[in-house]
């Protein structure tokens, strides 16, 4: 039988008034946010009070209303830091054994700012030649594999927003060069669990994708292989099940 976990009432009561702020409420008056947490009001000021005296809520002297303080920026950069970190080192030893077993580099990618970047990039041990993807370098949307993910699952206004302004380069006689096209081949992914690219933006360069899913089905970055096309096409069919697994794994180890 699991311990009873006693908890301070007067900080949960700090949280749950940080809790009251979200996309619907960002700007909430003393007596709004009194009544959402169902306190008095006088107790509701001293906590507030309390967090605004330490960064946590800003308040708008002109209009008598309180928002979230700046302190939650230069946090939720620590916080997504450390769990990028933890998950390379998660994934490290799954993407070594992809990367050995079908003589491919294996990627781990993940979305921030509204952009799907690499963090870690494993090369197999006993390969004469290696074929990389740039850390901290951003996907062309149209022709990589990881980038017809993104714009799989973002949502509509997004994907709109990135398609009614997309240059379609020619990388190669294989890019995808037109918006029909591109949506025709996004279409596929639901078909088929996951995203290719066939020399779209390197001859002799091709590529496989699988998306890492959060709870809620939205995107939190891609499990991917990358070699000479040659290799990706023998490959293919054996590979995608070890890239489900390990993107399954790192999916149930993503922080909240």
């Known amino acids: 039988m699991e311990k009873e976990v006693r908890l301070i009432q007067s900080i949960q009561r700090a949280f749950n008034i940080i809790d009251c702020f979200n996309n619907d409420n960002t700007e909430l008056s ?8 169902k306190l008095h009001i006088n107790t509701t000021r001293g906590i507030v009070n309390t967090l605004v005296a330490n960064g946590y809520l800003a308040c708008n002297a ?43 580099s294996a990627l781990l990618q993940v979305i921030t700012n509204n952009n799907i970047f690499t963090i870690e990039n494993i090369s197999p041990d006993h390969s004469h030649y290696i074929l990389n993807s740039r850390i901290n370098l951003t996907f062309d949307l149209n022709a990589t594999a990881s980038g017809k993910l993104f714009l799989k699952y973002i949502d509509e206004p997004l994907r709109e927003y990135y398609l009614s302004r997309m240059e379609f380069f020619p990388y190669t006689a294989n890019t995808i060069l037109t918006r029909e096209a591109l949506e025709a081949e996004l279409d596929t992914i639901d078909q088929k669990g996951y995203s290719t690219e066939f020399e779209e933006i390197g001859l002799g360069i091709s590529c496989v994708a699988v998306p890492i899913l959060k ?23 054996t590979a995608l099940e070890p890239l489900h697994s390990c993107a399954g794994f790192i999916a149930g180890n993503i922080l909240p």
């Not at 003393?30 to 959402?36: A, G, H, V, Y």
């Not at 002109?62 to 302190?71: A, D, F, M, R, S």
């Open 30 to 37: 003393l007596p709004q946010i009194s009544e959402k947490v």
């Open 62 to 104: 002109e209009k008598n209303t309180y928002c979230l303080g700046l302190v939650y920026i230069t946090k939720a950069d620590l916080a997504t830091g450390n769990n990028i970190k933890r998950l390379r080192t998660l994934a490290a030893p799954r993407l070594k054994d992809i990367a050995n077993r079908f003589q491919v």
């Open 215 to 237: 709870e809620d089905n939205t995107l939190f970055g891609t499990v991917s292989i990358i070699a000479s096309s040659s290799v990706i096409m023998s490959v293919l069919d």
